[in-house]
């Protein structure tokens, strides 16, 4: 069965998500973490060429995700906050419109840092607060009602802010949707 999520995001997908799905993934090598599944759009998009291992995780792991999964594969249920991995463990961590959600976002940074190899990379896309000021104003005044409706997505995190203030660099990024989804690539900065 479809997911109400996936019917939701379908339009968004054609217009310009899936293509920054594949640019980011292709990315992706080693050992792979994604954080914050959800019903599995990702999967498709991983080269397996590259990739040793993915382990795929979520704070409430779906039925459509473990469906998608083999039954050997590494799913686990935890919170972008408590990690149940090592530390240095990852080559590549990806995420796509998870930060938004994650309740304490400083906390969630410091684990990806923390189970991330020093040489490693962290792939994403996060939807933030637009350039353009009357956009800006408008996202801040739907913002409580958006919460309620979508169960704590919020749309006035500022992600970049986060992760520079956590130890990451911005290696790469790319803005759309009128600048109010990015793209991009993380790695961590010297001696953090
Ligand atoms: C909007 S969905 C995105 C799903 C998928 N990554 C995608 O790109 O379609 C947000 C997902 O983040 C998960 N999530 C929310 N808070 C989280 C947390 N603290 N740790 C891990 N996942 C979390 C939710 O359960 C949900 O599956």
Redesign the pocket.
């Known amino acids: 069965m479809v997911s109400f999520?996936d019917v939701f995001?379908a339009p968004l997908e054609r217009l310009g998500i899936r293509k920054r799905r594949q640019y980011i993934l292709e990315k992706a090598y080693g050992e792979t973490l994604e954080?914050?599944?959800?019903?599995g759009?990702?999967l498709p998009y991983y080269n397996n060429d590259n990739i040793s291992s993915v382990c795929v995780?979520?704070?409430?792991l779906?039925k459509h995700l473990k469906n998608k999964m083999d039954k050997d594969a590494c799913i686990k249920e935890a919170?972008?906050?408590k990690l149940p991995y090592s530390d240095n463990h990852f080559d590549t961590i990806v995420?796509?419109?998870?930060f938004c959600?994650?309740?304490h976002k400083h906390i969630?940074m410091q684990e990806l840092k923390r189970v991330l190899k020093d040489d490693g990379q962290i792939l994403f896309i996060e939807h933030v607060l637009p350039k353009n000021p009357i956009l800006r104003a408008l996202f801040k005044l739907i913002n409580p009602v958006w919460m309620l409706l979508s169960r704590d997505?919020t749309l006035t995190h500022d992600f970049i802010k986060t992760a520079t203030e956590n130890g990451f660099e911005v290696a790469e990024k790319n803005r759309f949707f009128l600048t109010s989804f990015i793209a991009g690539k993380l790695v961590k900065k010297a001696n953090n």
């Open positions: 999520y995001m954080v914050g599944s959800g019903t759009a990702n995780t979520d704070v409430k779906s919170s972008a906050t995420h796509t419109l998870v959600s994650v309740d969630g997505c």
